[in-house]
């Protein structure tokens, strides 16, 4: 048996401890820790508690001392457009304010006033979503300039993490590219465009590759959670490492990486930054080596994980597939990527009143409700499919669907009737998984992509979903 390596995968909802290892040629997988994570209301806004969730990080290293599974390295990877600055005393400024808070509405005009958004995407290839790191920063410029004003560093979420860890300050190249202030043609970041919104070029640093290190644990992290281990950075944007374990070996398939958000798209080697791309809305992100995962972000099981919140019974999500089923009957749809749905004080208003707008029937039952939710997002997975085809002039025969999402049978079967493609599902933890790649791909224990996904398609069961 190989070396331990243990991935931090932390979504906006919950996080886990995964440790990975090749043995006979497969790789194999044991979770140490899982932990929830969740928003937090400060000063009116909606914010990542992160003293919470380092601590959460430290214990699950504490599992694997207490476990004896010490890993030669760690990786850690969350969802992208967050960051954190920190002053010349490397101390945080201000408040570590959400994507889904709604300081950003109306920004967006703003920074239109100073570069048009055809120009922006012609850049830098990002889809537009009003939560992106462009639109966070400009609001601070607005609002609380004084805290651009005293930054040294900005860092990612991820990148903040590995700060606490190693007293190290490296930014990564995937993750910084949803910020949508890296040149797409450089992969640098985009200098004369953070000039021309008037932010401090000297707090972006180095970009750094997937596989870089990071530094070794400090010794006070080392004396707490007993031993000492490399931090090293895989795609720290969690799809990015989410699509480096998908199993991609054909050059015809389409990626569904499914969980509180579903991003779908394909692998390409030169990004799209044409009109025609920034009408469909696509991304041209960052992935593994300068590839580009060329998709469209989606709303997800978000919506579905809002309901459960809303619902007397605290259903498994297993039962919540089956309720859904139960409403097939429910003809109306909506628009999954609608605003009102991103952070709505409760969805199952927001679904009854966007299909009241739309004059469409409302749902009232819980099996309404989810009915209306699964089916329109199948429809919208088939609506991107339709979308990618038009706009890379390609026809792909299957899609691949990784990340929890995946266990979704019901959903599934609908994505697979909707879009009309083979569907295979797995694995399930992509994003753990792709971390645990990049670690592994910096040892040379996976000497390549093409081997490491290969070793993928082997270690776990990939199902064919009927319709």
């Not at 040629?25 to 000063?43: A, S």
């Not at 700060?163 to 890296?182: C, D, M, P, R």
């Not at 989410?242 to 958000?261: E, H, K, M, Q, R």
Request: include cysteine.
């Amino acid at each position: 048996m190989g070396s331990y390596y243990l991935a931090i995968d932390i979504g906006a909802s919950s996080g886990r401890h995964i440790l990975g290892w090749l043995e006979n040629g497969k790789v194999r997988i044991e979770e140490i820790y899982r932990f929830e994570n969740h928003l937090i209301e400060k000063n009116q806004h909606l914010c990542w508690d992160l003293d919470q969730l380092f601590q959460e990080v430290l214990a699950g290293l504490k599992m694997c001392k207490q476990y004896n599974r010490i890993p030669q390295s760690v990786g850690i990877d969350t969802w992208g457009v967050d960051f954190v600055l920190l002053d010349d005393k490397e101390n945080v400024l201000g408040d570590t304010i959400a994507y889904r808070d709604s300081r950003t509405q109306g920004i967006d005009e703003e920074v239109y006033k100073i570069i048009s958004e055809a120009d922006l995407y012609h850049r830098n290839g990002i889809q537009k979503q009003i939560f992106n790191s462009i639109y966070q920063l400009y609001a601070i410029k607005l609002k609380q300039p004084e805290l651009l004003q005293k930054a040294h560093s900005f860092l990612m979420i991820p990148e903040y993490l590995n700060f606490l860890l190693t007293g190290s300050i490296k930014n990564e190249y995937t993750n910084a590219t949803t910020t949508q202030l890296v040149h797409s043609t450089t992969q640098d970041w985009d200098f004369d465009l953070i000039d021309k919104l008037g932010l401090p070029k000297q707090i972006f640093g180095t970009l750094y590759q997937p596989k870089s290190s990071v530094g070794q644990f400090r010794q006070n992290i080392q004396d707490e959670v007993g031993f000492s281990a490399e931090v090293v950075l895989p795609a720290t944007h969690d799809t990015g490492s989410a699509v480096l374990a998908a199993p991609l070996v054909d050059g015809d398939s389409i990626y569904l990486s499914s969980g509180t958000w579903s991003l779908m798209g394909v692998e390409r080697m030169i990004p799209d930054c044409t009109e025609k791309s920034r009408q469909q809305n696509f991304t041209n992100e960052g992935g593994y080596h300068y590839r580009y995962r060329y998709l469209k972000n989606i709303m997800g099981l978000w919506m579905m994980q809002s309901l459960r919140t809303e619902f007397k019974h605290q259903y498994k999500f297993s039962e919540l597939y089956e309720l859904a089923k139960m409403g097939d009957y429910f003809p109306s749809y909506v628009d999954v990527n609608d605003v009102s749905f991103l952070a709505p004080k409760s969805m199952r208003q927001a679904l009854q009143a966007y299909c009241e707008k739309t004059k469409q029937e409302k749902p009232e039952t819980e099996c309404e409700l989810l009915a209306c939710v699964y089916k329109s997002l199948a429809k919208s997975y088939a609506e991107t499919v339709h979308e990618i085809e038009a706009v890379t002039g390609k026809t792909y025969t299957c899609i691949h669907i990784v990340g929890g999402g995946c266990q979704d049978e019901y959903l599934n079967s609908l994505t697979a009737k909707y879009t009309g493609k083979d569907l295979y599902a797995g694995p399930i933890e992509a994003t753990a998984l792709g971390n645990i790649l990049a670690q592994m791909l910096k040892t040379n224990e996976l000497k390549d992509l093409i081997e490491a996904r290969e070793c993928i398609k082997k270690s776990f069961d990939i199902k064919k979903v009927g319709a």
